[in-house]
């Protein structure tokens, strides 16, 4: 009797994550804590970067078979939104929702910013090529750069799904450490007289100008670049469906339950592809480093094409502005304030660094289309 007693504790055991537990799988449980830590924390991006690193969590939980490739399981399910392409969309209908585009329309030069920030794309791409990376691999590599998450996501999903779950959290990473990243880069490249430029105030943007801008960026971006639509579209409809004044039930469901529901499906299921096998390797600390470069690029060339604008505007534009044509919305134009602010205490920079971040958003996006269309 006791020694069946005995065989039955040892058979529990030997059946328990405690045994079967592997070095990669602790060390991914462990990086799931930092991120945990950082989300709550520091709050950096928690919506996202909690539900992503419990799912990197999930996913590494010995025997548990919670990984997006677990088929059968309640995450495989869930991440067909993202393999399919349904979430990011959908994040995109919720972004254009809770999106002003009257700084944007009111400074069309902006959108000169925010393509300026999508050239650290394309250089890690190229990058990337020139390191081994396939073709698609260097393209999903090279949209970290755009800070866009759900944009990474949806081109990642397309063109190197096996590189989703190191790619979406190098993305969401950086997305999140834009205060700490950024600032550096935007005061090396200007003057501190360049940085307290103080710019006049922006004009009234009319209902009807955004209602037709929404409208005209759908058709002008969809027939260009097709491959765009999705994100394209939904952003607009999102932003028409906040300014035309007459769907605010919908505007207020697509900000709210739908944006909620939808952030964590899509969190979940994308950190639990990050199992050990997959993350820990040479490849992914590749992944990262290039992300990162792309990012720092991409803030780079805003900046150099603010000072551009500076100069051709006799000192009517604050470089710092440009900055912000990299697609993390609000935050980037919320650094763009905070470091011109430290110059010059009466500099205020948010709206008009709105312009350039709201036209990243576009142009990531275009720039994902661009490159799905060559390599998709």
């Known amino acids: 009797m006791f020694e069946s007693f005995i065989q039955t504790i040892q058979d529990l055991i030997s059946a328990s994550g405690f045994a079967n537990i592997t070095g990669?799988?602790?060390?991914?449980?462990?990086?799931?804590f930092a991120l945990i830590y950082l989300a709550i924390r520091r709050q950096f991006e928690p919506l996202l970067l909690l539900p992503i690193a419990f799912g990197m969590l999930l996913a590494n939980l010995p025997l548990a078979g919670l990984g997006s490739a677990e088929e059968g399981g309640l995450i495989y399910y869930l991440y067909k939104g993202v393999k399919l392409g349904i979430y990011p969309p959908l994040i995109f209908l919720g972004v254009?929702?809770?999106?002003?585009?009257g700084p944007l329309i009111a400074n069309p030069k902006s959108f000169i910013l925010g393509a300026a920030a999508q050239i650290g794309i394309f250089l890690t791409f190229v990058g990337a090529l020139m390191l081994g990376f396939t073709s698609p691999q260097a393209g999903s590599i090279g949209i970290i750069g755009g800070a866009d998450g759900p944009t990474a996501i949806f081109l990642t999903s397309k063109l190197a799904p096996e590189l989703l779950g190191p790619i979406a959290v190098a993305a969401y990473s950086y997305m999140a450490l834009v205060p700490i990243i950024q600032p550096p880069i935007m005061k090396l490249l200007t003057t501190k007289k360049e940085r307290g430029i103080v710019m006049?105030?922006?004009?009234?943007?009319?209902k009807l100008e955004k209602i037709v801008f929404a409208i005209l960026v759908t058709l002008v971006v969809s027939f260009i670049v097709p491959a765009a639509a999705p994100l394209i579209g939904m952003l607009m409809l999102g932003n028409l469906l906040k300014e035309s004044g007459v769907t605010e039930r919908l505007n207020k469901t697509v900000q709210n339950e739908l944006m909620n529901i939808v952030t964590i499906f899509l969190g979940v299921s994308v950190?639990?592809?990050?199992?050990?096998?997959?993350?820990?390797?040479?490849?992914?600390?590749?992944?990262?480093?290039?992300g990162l470069a792309a990012f720092c690029v991409g803030t780079a060339f805003g900046v150099l094409f603010g000072k551009l604008m500076c100069f051709f505007t006799k000192g009517k534009v604050n470089p710092l502005i440009g900055s912000a044509g990299v697609s993390a919305v609000p935050m980037a134009a919320r650094v763009s304030q905070k470091v011109g602010q430290?110059?010059?205490?009466?500099?205020?920079?948010?709206?008009?660094?709105?312009?350039?971040?709201?036209?990243?958003v576009i142009g990531s996006a275009v720039a994902a289309g661009v490159l799905l269309s060559i390599l998709g």
């Open 96 to 101: 254009g929702a809770m999106t002003d585009f």
């Open 200 to 206: 006049a105030q922006l004009r009234p943007v009319s």
């Open 24 to 32: 990669g799988q602790a060390i991914m449980i462990l990086i799931s």
């Open 271 to 290: 950190g639990a592809t990050a199992n050990a096998e997959v993350f820990l390797s040479a490849q992914t600390l590749g992944i990262i480093a290039l």
């Open 342 to 360: 430290k110059e010059n205490p009466g500099n205020f920079l948010l709206m008009h660094a709105m312009g350039p971040n709201v036209a990243g």
